[in-house]
């Protein structure tokens, strides 16, 4: 999609700071976090959210970045939290599936607020 930020950061179109990649999927800091680690992961085909038909392939490249993205920011061992929201009703304001990969604190119970972009 043209007007999407995040497919044009996953075409390298607008600058992030990237914490992982492969063919698949792109992973970057937020730029308004909600934690100390606050990690988008997206694929780089548009979908808009995690019901629209991601082939299982791409969630398979999704789950193997999170795991990526927590060893790298030092996470794993003490915790992290990934979550994707799904509609306007749910806080989310890309619509391109992505998911939040959030930790580097105790989080609570607390739910992440609206997405940030």
Do not use: W
Request: hydrophobic fraction near 40%; proline fraction near 5%; aromatic fraction near 6%.
């Amino acid at each position: 999609m043209s007007d999407c930020i995040f497919c044009k950061i996953a075409n390298h179109e607008i600058p992030s700071n990237v914490v992982f990649e492969d063919d698949e999927v792109i992973a970057f800091r937020d730029l308004d976090p909600q934690a100390p680690t606050h990690v988008l992961v997206i694929p780089k085909k548009h979908y808009a959210n995690i019901c629209d038909g991601v082939p299982a392939e791409t969630l398979v490249a999704i789950t193997h970045a999170i795991s990526e993205v927590v060893k790298a920011e030092g996470i794993e061992e003490s915790g992290y939290r990934v979550i994707s929201n799904a509609g306007a009703d749910a806080g989310q304001t890309v619509m391109h599936f992505h998911m939040h990969v959030l930790g580097g604190k105790n989080l609570g119970m607390g739910l992440l607020p609206a997405d940030s972009e």
